[in-house]
């Protein structure tokens, strides 16, 4: 075997051992990910497993990276391409409802849950999950305010009271699809963000004529 193809195939061991690592913790946590687990899922040895990680901590975090790069490609991508401010602040809130409501990952939002289960415990775990959920709000932040500056929303917006509303919304509806499967929800949730914002969410193309008349 030739070194290239070794570090290929290794590269494509670790990123089947991530793939199924979120998808379990979506369902079990990140604490009920274990080597053994992924090794009986995986059909490979402890060893093996664990020679891609050196511990389980090391495991959780990269599993969180993983996850990270799904809603990345999932939600903020699609929201790439259009106007900065209330366009884009659409566009990502659209994305956003639909990664939940297609299901993405089994257990609904991986940091939703990550976060009820490691919000009050110290770490490393804690401060990565934390971490991304703080340059999210920074990018919803910051599409608010241009959102302000070029008057498509009132001047006197609060963006850190509707950021904190639009993050409640998407709780509720990840509460909704996954404890009571409600397939309602995604509507409901697309409503509500439509009032917080002034315009339905499917409304993009509405916003961008009216931006460019």
Known sequence: MSPR???????QTRADILARGVRLASKEGLEGLTIGRLATELDMSKSGVLGHFGSKEELQLAVVDAAAEIFTREVADKARGFPPGLPTLLAMCKAWVSYLERRVLPGGCFFTAAAAEFDDRPGRVRNAVAGLATVWNRDLYRQTRTAMTDGDLPADTDP????????GVMLSLNNALQLHRDNTAPGRARRALGRLLGYPITALTLVLALRTA
């Not at 193809?5 to 590269?11: G, P």
């Open 5 to 11: 193809r070794s570090v290929a195939e290794a590269r």
């Open 160 to 167: 850190d009271q509707l950021i904190f509303e639009i993050n």
